[in-house]
């Protein structure tokens, strides 16, 4: 007879106890165990919450190299069947190897379930009949728990589920993550509906009033925002810093529709506006994508929506500075270009009417769509493609954490028929699916990129552009460690091109992501082992430090309302010289649709207790020493970068943290 030592580990995370009796069945080159009921000293305690339970299986015989174990979880007659979350086994053998075998898996069921060893495994080296029969399995049953769903034409698919139970228990949030969700979101509307807020559709008389609401959650930057939301570098500032860094770029020639001559300006330096345009200071936004969208109407009233152009001036001093803005796309008598030099109330109102713009473009382009339902989608082709066994889904696995219950959640709350950012933003309604869809259909690889996209928007040499300098170290950082984890597993181009499963995991990105557009720049299958590399590098970027940029900074930038405006009940000013303070007033958000985009920025910007942060796995799918030394690596790197944002951070009078790495988020999980 010899002796495996078997022990197991079950996950420290609420609801993880089992009571039911578990069993377990060896299975290696040369033969498998019996099932063999786990009995422990500790008794009922051997699979309750963080325990670690070894256990004795004999066989007859040695079993040869481990390939799998089946695992079974059975009710005992007094008591109900439940639900157990073991986090892995380890069995060493009799000639001393030890194997691991990763779980991470809810088991609710008295079905046997078969996990493989954890050493990395691509399908064309998957050679033993039992393991090719397991990796099948897993995917038939992945194919049908995680199921593609147009949730509308235009934009990526979805998962399919009709609530949150149907997700599977592996993806839902823990006990911890959907209390503290569900605390903060009510907390908030509360506190707004005991002041009376939430159901007043009247306009606000004053700002001193706003200052009253905002009061109850502040930030550090959004006290920065109160004080200096009328400063023009400020105003400036944010299409640098702020939760949309993704839109400006370098000017230039001038748009045909956007006449803006050197007379119009005055510029700091001197010089005029062609002269600074050849010099490479002159910087355009362009809110193109909103032109011609249906605003929505709030509290019976019709809103207002524009698509502007901003044009900005880099100053001898190097800072920002915004010079002219028309509000809508064409050029008319009634479309007035404004300049810092016009009447207070005129130059306000349209930086009032550039913000709320930016309200929609960033929710829906760059947050939404550019974050949220990319991860989606590269989430859902992972699980249904992968088996666990592979090594890049044990590389992104961390990387999906929570993502399809916030997307669900999402689509629920936000952008529902009943939803808040359908009735209480511009953009809210027949707007917002068409603002997605032109979005959609402008996607490009290089703009997921981002030294592609820095390089292409001409941003490589604009002064204080703390987006593009963590963003670019920390993308250099990831690409350094998918490169040595990839490389490591994948040795030549032909590796690459053979692994089937690794080509459907693109291809269904490409067809349910990217909804087969051509033009994008988008790779359709791999060929080579760096295009591979640069692929997954995009992929964790966007699920992680980009979604931070654009995320966390939400209610920093709009907790103070005048700086992001969700919608506005006003059209802009035709002629200049008849805006002032009240016209302003009545252009803002009425009172209530206020109070609904401060208590749902609030809530997409508070981090849960259980935030898992860029760089961190706490469970251990990689077995072998290699990645796991890369994953170290990977680690110190992150904190370096994050010592030294830090640093800077202390001189900033607005501090850039939002790619920092100790804040960066691993998912799109909030």
């Given amino acids: 007879m010899v002796t495996y030592k078997v022990t197991v580990t079950t996950a420290p995370r609420v609801h993880a106890t089992t009571l039911n009796n578990i069993y377990i069945k060896l299975v290696g080159t040369d033969g498998e165990s019996e099932r063999e009921w786990l009995i422990s000293f500790k008794g009922a305690a051997a699979f309750t919450i963080g325990a670690v339970s070894s256990f004795e299986v004999s066989c007859p015989a040695s079993l040869g190299k481990l390939v799998l174990i089946e695992i079974t979880k059975r009710p005992l007659l007094l008591f109900p069947d439940d639900s157990w979350f073991p986090s892995k086994v380890e069995i060493k053998s009799p000639e001393g190897h030890t194997y691991h075998f990763p779980i991470y898996r809810w088991i609710t069921d008295s079905k046997d379930h078969l996990f493989r060893e954890g050493t990395a495994l691509r399908v064309f080296e998957d050679s033993h009949h039992l393991g090719k029969h397991s990796r099948a399995t897993e ?23 009709g609530n949150i139970l149907d997700l599977p228990c592996e993806v839902r949030f823990s006990f911890t993550k959907a209390s503290e969700f569900l605390y903060t979101a009510a907390t908030g ?21 706003i200052n009253r609401v905002f009061c109850l959650n502040k930030t550090e930057i959004s006290e920065y925002a109160q004080d200096h939301w009328k400063d023009d570098d400020f105003f400036a500032y944010q299409f640098l810093n702020g939760v949309n860094p993704m839109l400006i770029r370098r000017c230039s020639v001038l748009p045909r529709n956007f006449p803006v001559t050197d007379e119009m300006v005055f510029l700091r330096g001197g010089h005029s506006l062609s002269e600074e345009m050849q010099n490479g200071n002159i910087f355009l936004c362009d809110y193109k994508r909103l032109d011609g969208v249906k605003a929505n109407v709030i509290n019976g009233k019709k809103q207002y929506l524009m698509a502007p152009l901003v044009l900005l001036h880099k100053t001898p001093d190097d800072k920002l500075m915004p010079i002219a803005i028309q509000l809508k796309q064409k050029p008319a008598d009634d479309n007035p270009i404004f300049f810092p030099t016009d009447p207070e109330y005129d130059w306000l109102l349209a930086k009032i009417f550039v913000r709320s713009a930016d309200f929609s473009e960033h929710q829906l ?31 992104l696995i961390p990387h999906t954490r929570y993502t399809l219950q916030i997307n669900f959640l999402a689509r629920r ?43 292409e928007r001409g941003l490589e040499s604009v002064p204080n552009f703390y987006y593009r300098d963590d963003g670019l170290k920390l993308w250099d950082i990831i690409y350094s460690f998918v490169k040595g984890l990839l490389t490591y597993y994948y040795k ?17 990105i ?41 995320n966390s900074g939400q209610y920093d930038y709009g907790g103070w309302m005048p700086n992001t405006p969700i919608s506005l009940q006003l059209p802009p000013p035709t002629t200049k010289g008849s805006s002032d303070e009240r016209t302003m007033l009545q252009t803002l958000p009425a009172v209530n649709t206020t109070a609904q985009g401060m208590a749902t920025m609030w809530l997409l910007s508070k981090q849960s207790s259980d935030f898992a942060p860029l760089g961190h796995y706490p469970e251990e799918h990689f077995s072998e020493e290699v990645p796991r030394k890369l994953i170290q690596d990977f680690q110190g790197e992150l904190r370096v970068l994050s010592t030294a944002i830090q640093a800077r951070n202390i001189n900033l009078a607005v501090p850039y943290t939002y790619m920092d790495p100790e804040l960066v988020e691993n998912s799109v999980a909030i």
């Fill in 139 to 161: 995917l038939m049953w992945r194919e049908e728990e995680y199921r593609w769903n147009v949730y509308t034409e235009g934009i990526p698919h979805t998962i399919k589920v």
């Fill in 189 to 209: 509307l509360t506190e707004l509906r005991l002041k009376g807020l939430s159901n007043t559709e009247e306009n606000w008389t004053d700002i001193d009033a």
């Fill in 365 to 395: 382009n760059v947050h939404l769509l550019r974050t949220h339902l990319l991860a989606e989608a590269f989430a859902v082709s992972l699980l249904r493609n992968l088996p666990m066994v592979h090594p890049l889904y044990k590389l």
């Fill in 413 to 455: 709350l936000l952008i529902s028929d009943t939803g808040v950012f359908t009735q209480f933003s511009a953009s809210g309604g027949e707007g917002m699916f068409e603002i997605l869809r032109r979005s959609q259909s402008s996607l490009t690889y290089t703009s997921l990129c981002i030294p592609d996209d820095i390089a």
């Fill in 510 to 550: 490409h067809v349910h992501g990217f909804l087969s557009q051509q033009g994008t720049g988008i790779p359709q299958s791999f060929r080579t082992v760096p295009e591979l590399v640069k692929f997954v590098t995009m992929v964790i970027f966007t699920s992680s430090a980009q979604h931070s940029a654009v």
């Fill in 492 to 508: 030549n181009d032909a590796e690459v091109q053979k692994d089937s499963e690794l080509q459907k995991w693109l291809q269904d």
